[in-house]
């Protein structure tokens, strides 16, 4: 008897018939085998074998390049910055070229946090001439020292300083007490929107500076809504 190569488990009575197909299938076996030796040695070869220079080369330039690009943007920024600065100080003899806006005032990124009562606020009317000239809008208190031409007493919105009259801001009742006020019950949204325009005129003016904000008081319900002014007298 022969063993069947492609099952060593079967016999066949050896014939002459059976010495072809024998012997191909012992062929085909065998060729299996040296094909599966082969790939288990390309495979032990690959692990084995070192990352070559290119390649890591390849890799690390990836990794540095994009790791990098945020460096040299913020690197290339300063240097920009600096050029500036430097540039400033030797042409105009300030490294700021003359700017004294709110964007180089600490208080800007730092803004005070003090709450002022309407008492306290009424003292920045600027009729102290020791004292800085302050306003509220919708409760947040500015300091308008530069301009006290316009908010000082003899300036001709100075009914503004020292108090809260964000209503005043939209009805231009200026010389009606119930409009210098906070209260803006009967306003429609038109106004309100206008007067919300007022405070990012505030928050954004380069000379103004935020300070603080006040302890608005209470509006009591029962109370009437102030009257529109009627003559051109109370403007």
């Given at each position: 008897y022969d063993i069947d190569p492609s099952d060593p488990n079967r016999k066949v009575k050896h014939k002459k018939i059976n010495t072809a197909f024998?012997?191909?299938?012992?062929?085909?076996?065998?060729?299996?085998?040296?094909?599966?030796?082969?790939?288990?040695?390309?495979?032990?070869?690959?692990?084995?074998?070192?990352?070559?220079?290119?390649d890591k080369g390849k890799a690390?330039?990836?990794?540095t390049t994009g790791r990098s690009l945020p460096f040299l943007f913020v690197k290339w920024s300063?240097?920009?910055?600096l050029c500036a600065f430097?540039?400033?100080?030797?042409?105009?003899?300030?490294?700021?070229?003359?700017?004294?806006?709110k964007y180089v005032q600490k208080e800007t990124f730092m803004p005070p946090t003090r709450m002022f009562t309407p008492a306290e606020l009424a003292k920045y009317d600027g009729k102290d001439e020791l004292k800085p000239i302050y306003l509220s809008i919708l409760g947040h208190v500015y300091d308008v020292t530069p301009g006290k031409w316009v908010y000082g007493p003899k300036g001709s919105y100075h009914f503004f300083a020292g108090r809260d009259a964000s209503r005043a801001f939209v009805t231009g009742c200026f010389?009606?007490?119930?409009?210098?006020?906070?209260?803006?019950r009967g306003l429609n949204?038109?106004?309100?929107?206008?007067?919300?325009?007022w405070k990012n005129f505030?928050?954004?003016?380069?000379?103004?500076?935020?300070?603080?904000?006040?302890?608005?008081?209470?509006?009591?319900?029962?109370?009437?809504?102030?009257?529109?002014?009627?003559?051109?007298?109370?403007k």
């Open positions: 024998l012997k191909h299938q012992r062929w085909k076996a065998e060729q299996e085998r040296l094909e599966q030796e082969h790939g288990r040695a390309n495979k032990t070869k690959a692990q084995s074998k070192p990352e070559s220079k290119s690390d330039t990836t990794t300063l240097v920009a910055v430097g540039l400033g100080q030797f042409i105009a003899g300030d490294a700021l070229w003359g700017y004294r806006g010389h009606t007490p119930s409009h210098l006020s906070h209260d803006l949204k038109d106004e309100v929107a206008a007067i919300e325009e505030f928050d954004n003016h380069q000379r103004y500076k935020f300070v603080g904000k006040l302890d608005l008081p209470r509006i009591s319900k029962s109370s009437p809504i102030p009257k529109p002014c009627n003559t051109n007298a109370d």
